[in-house]
């Protein structure tokens, strides 16, 4: 059975899932022999379906598995081959099924006919397959029973489990609809529409395999409306209706049908969009007829929309995105001082675009002023950075450096400690490190950022630094794990190139021999600090 090696495993998934795989043999469920290959399930979070393929000699797999479906070579598709293995560990380099492809071959037609209807009986995806050639491959197609096939997508719940084989049912409808085209586009356009209807719904309660079939009905509509394009009046209706009481798939834009709607179309999508019944939440019609707005309209009527609902900073912002784009950038800064008046805090994707604005125009004096009444509200690192490069783009930094500071310094002496810890991490990176080790002194900051002040701290003044280091060493080590007992060693490895410089080797000694006494009973932790030579 096995065409492939544990090395090639290796290779493809990596070190870290190979090793991961190595656990997850016991939870491989029965393995079934395919043409190229094998499929089996295996279970995990959910159980997932592996197929292992032979790519001419060459190892393929893949998975339904989150990390799987990226197109990753994932720790189920490990624990497969390496069961695989377990059974046949050798290295065949001949396909599974060559010899039975010869088989058939010796077969006369009534034979393979009762062979395959046999099969049939047992397997519904072969017997689908086998109806949707029937319906399809005459001069008459069957539209009788391409309905009954599309009736069967209707579904209003999919377990994790069966999102791909639905997936796939659809995918062989599409693929027998194809054929029809393009002798039969307006009944295909039709079928289609239906197909549609119930994968969208089955997309809201499947997975991502659902929403891209879903995706997939729809661009073969499209290539059927190219081949006889649909009454526009009429699209335009159905599209409207569509789109009000349908789900979010397929995803749709209305670029990819305006020239098929043209005029008369439009008007009917339009009119549309002004009924839309008592279904159609009213988030996705103002949506509609904003992207309806956008598709036809001029710049003018697009903001009149967009004003319509200014409850919230993004109006404003898609406002003045659309005067930016028409080059009429005075009247987006408007809208924008309008918003920030309006909404009555400065949001920051309100501040953004307008400090860009002010920028681009010259207007940097204006882009700082607005930048330190955002910082003053909100001072933290990334407010102070935005406006420190503002101001110095204008030189004025050097001035408002210090207000800055005092900014955070006021929140400091009110007992806001996260501005201490701020503060102490803008000194930092601003190499005031002496400042900064006063902060930290002086005021409460958390662990992170006092370790950070400390490393730096102890380019000059080691004894200062050990202060610091060595309780976080009794930190780590109460937290009795692996990854604690690293975080000790590491910093016992630190703290004794601090004390070699100030000539305290023996205190280190004595505090590192106090430690393994008082944690002999930690064996981990004993063998964590032998692996570090400590």
Known sequence: ??????????????????????????????????PDGVVASVAGTDSYRVRLRDLGGRLGGDCSCPYGREGAFCKHCVAVGLRILAVAPRDAKLAPGSDVRAFLETLDQSELVDLIWQQAQDDPALYQRLRLLAATTSDQPDFSALRDQIDLLQTDWLDYDEAVAYADRTYGTLDALRRLLPDHATDVQSLLREVMTHVGAAAGCGEGEV???????????LDACEVDPPDPEELGH?????????????????????????SEGLAAYRLGLDQPGSRCPVWRLRWLREELVRETEDTDTLIKTFAEDLSNPYSYVRIADVLREAGRVDEAIDWLQRGLRDMGRRD???VDLLVDLYQAEGRGPDAVELLEAGFADAPDEGTYRRLRGAAERTGQWSQLRERAHQVLRKRVEAGKSFAAATLARILLAEDDIDASWQVVQHYDCDPSTRMAVAERRAETHPADAIAIYRPQVDTAIAETNRQGYLRAAQLLTALRGLHSRIGEREAFAADVRQLKETHRRKRNFLSTLAEHGL
């Open 238 to 262: 159905w599209l409207a209706y569509f789109r009000l009481n349908g789900s979010d798939w397929p995803s749709i834009e209305l670029c990819e049908v305006i020239e098929l709607l043209g």
């Open 348 to 350: 920051p994707r309100l």
């Open 1 to 34: 059975m096995a065409w492939f090696t544990e090395s090639d495993l290796r290779r493809l998934a990596g070190e870290r899932s190979f090793d991961r795989g190595l656990g997850y043999q016991d939870a491989v469920g029965s393995i079934a022999e395919l």
């Open 211 to 221: 929403e891209e079939v879903a995706d997939a009905a729809w661009q073969l509509y």
